[in-house]
């Protein structure tokens, strides 16, 4: 059985910076790209950074220039360090693993709130 485990959301004021953590533990196989999410009050859950095997990385536009998707493959880890955090950008984050297989697992998601 597969975990995703999130960490390092919370509350932060607007221009400051987190660092979100996602391990993933249990049966992956080999894993793929691996995948943030974000999905805010009342809206559709958005992909806001992907970084595949190679390194790779694409950010949704919102947040480029601002957040930086990093990965551990042998922690099967990835990563978000979130700057310039504004309170938009307040919502549930969710990582999302694929591995060589086609298939994907989400994690419960945490959440991160920008206000002063």
């Known amino acids: 059985q597969v975990q995703l485990v999130e960490s390092g959301g919370g509350l932060v004021q607007p221009g400051g910076s987190l660092r979100l953590s996602c391990a993933a533990s249990?049966?992956?196989?080999?894993?793929?790209?691996m995948e943030w999410y974000r999905q805010a009050p009342g809206k559709e859950r958005d992909l806001a950074a992907r970084?595949?095997?190679?390194?790779?990385?694409d950010y949704a536009d919102s947040v480029k220039g601002r957040f930086t998707i990093s990965r551990d493959n042998a922690k099967n880890a990835v990563y978000l360090q979130m700057n310039g955090l504004k309170p938009e950008d307040t919502a549930v984050y969710y990582c999302?693993?694929?591995?060589?297989?086609?298939?994907?697992?989400w994690g419960k998601g945490i959440l991160v709130t920008v206000s002063s």
């Open positions: 249990g049966s992956i196989f080999e894993i793929g790209a």
């Open positions: 999302n693993l694929w591995n060589t297989y086609g298939i994907n697992y």
């Open positions: 970084i595949t095997t190679s390194g790779a990385t």
